[in-house]
């Protein structure tokens, strides 16, 4: 479904409505029992255009990418949209992703956890992180966790787009459904982290060469799609060439 159509469509709105009713269907576990305990762990990591060393510059990669973030704009929309009241305070923020797999599409919903805003020090080196992370909702496909963050090293200005995730299937829900998760779902969620560093990169890119003329105007309502239509048409050319690939 376009995004038009979402921001349109009564039952996406009606369903959105209904996961602030819904828990997180799994128990977070410990990071160090992950793998003890079965869960897939899976990290990404993608350079994005460095910036001078030192704090992040007003307007440069790291600000971009952190704002892109903040809309879902990095999902690729062939394999997930996401629609959210955008009014909400992202900590906290309940999203119905819109999933695609195989011709079907499934609905299912999010929470929006923690929001991570800080400077440390790694192995004796600084770097500014900003991201945020979700956790899934009774009702999905999977139980887990993902994170998305962007990272700019201040002594060398080198600017990371990461992605970290742990997950497991759902053990509720349609047995057929199940079985096709089971045989096609890791393949997605690879094809999803790729796709969304991928086009992280090249969004950040083209932004930074529009010097901002590439913003999103957003619906008139606090309901908000992402990734959203662009006026600058790169989201549809991305499109595009992910509807080839599928």
Known sequence: M???QLLRDPASRRALDRLHRKSVNFDPPARERLQAEGWRVDAYCEPLPPEAPGPPVRGGTWETARRLMSDYEFADPSIVRAIYHGD???????????????????H????????RDETSERAGRTVRIWGWSYRTLQGHLEMGQMDYEVWKWLDTGGVQFRIAAYSQ?????NPLVRLGFRLFGRREQVRFARHACERMACLVAEELSQAGKGEVPRAGDSVAVGPAPQANGLHDRLEAQSEVSV
């Open 2 to 4: 376009a995004a038009e």
């Open 88 to 106: 909400d305070p992202l900590e906290g923020r309940d999203m119905l992703l819109e999933l695609r797999f195989h011709g079907l599409r499934f």
């Open 108 to 115: 299912v919903g999010v929470r929006v956890g923690g929001v």
């Open 169 to 173: 299937r759902a053990r509720d829900g």
